[in-house]
């Protein structure tokens, strides 16, 4: 089955600084890659997703890489803000009616 | 956008009561949900999946008699607690496929039990 590898587990940045998150998967058949972002006492919400047949996708501050070769994807915020404090986990699948194997998230910290 | 409301956010319960949770999608039909646990700082493991109209495939090591789940309809799908323990207190957190699982993966807010 897939694998996905998260890193680091913990990032603390100062605000207005970049962050970036990786992971990297097993499954070459995984075509879709989805990131979630989970606020203190909440479900993870869906904050972009990318599809392989792209190499990159940015919606205003964040944006997310795919290396299929390398089989690894990124997440990148510029412009931290305090509320972009939260657990980030990335996610692998194949679609359709695979169910997505998740990372084991990434706690981000951002320093006023 | 697609939205799962899950209730309720908390519930405290004795040890030994039941305990029920409900997960609906609002503004889709949702032929698949699915049931998280979520140990502090730690990532979501798969409980179950729940498809419509059958009975639930549980994950390896998950005992079904404890954790009953029923997806009644298209809209909606329960998690029932059974005899509930203290080492059954955890995050517990739904999500809905609109058919197409790996796509369309919208998660509930979550529910935090406590078993005293």
């Known amino acids: 089955g897939e694998n996905v590898e998260q890193h680091p587990s913990t990032l603390s940045v100062q605000e207005g600084d970049s962050a970036v998150i990786k992971c990297t998967y097993s499954?070459?058949?995984?075509?879709?890659f989805p990131w979630y972002k989970q606020e203190l006492g909440k479900g993870p919400q869906l904050i972009i997703d990318?599809?392989?047949?792209?190499g990159e996708k940015k919606d205003q501050r964040i944006a997310v890489t795919l290396n299929k070769t390398a089989k690894h994807f990124s997440l990148h915020i510029t412009e931290t803000q305090p509320e972009d404090s939260a657990v980030y986990f990335c996610a692998a699948s194949r679609g359709g009616s695979y169910i997505p194997t998740f990372g084991r998230g990434t706690s981000l910290i951002v320093h006023p | 956008g697609a939205v799962v409301s899950q209730h309720p956010s908390r519930v405290i319960c004795k040890s030994g009561t039941s305990v029920k949770i409900e997960c609906r999608s609002l503004?889709?039909?949702?032929?698949?949900m699915f049931w998280y646990r979520q140990f502090p700082k730690q990532s979501l493991m798969l409980m179950a999946t729940?498809?419509?109209?059958?009975?639930?495939?549980?994950e390896q090591g998950v005992e079904k008699d404890k954790f009953l789940i029923n997806h009644a309809s298209l809209t909606l799908s329960t998690l029932t607690v059974t005899s509930a323990h203290p080492e059954d207190s955890s995050f517990y957190i739904c999500?809905?496929?609109?058919?197409?699982?790996?796509?369309?993966?919208?998660f509930g807010s979550g529910t935090r039990l406590t078993v005293v």
């Open positions: 999500s809905a496929s609109m058919g197409q699982g790996g796509y369309g993966y919208t």
């Open positions: 499954d070459s058949a995984s075509n879709y």
């Open positions: 990318i599809r392989s047949n792209v």
């Open positions: 503004d889709f039909q949702a032929t698949t």
């Open positions: 729940s498809n419509e109209g059958s009975k639930a495939t549980y």
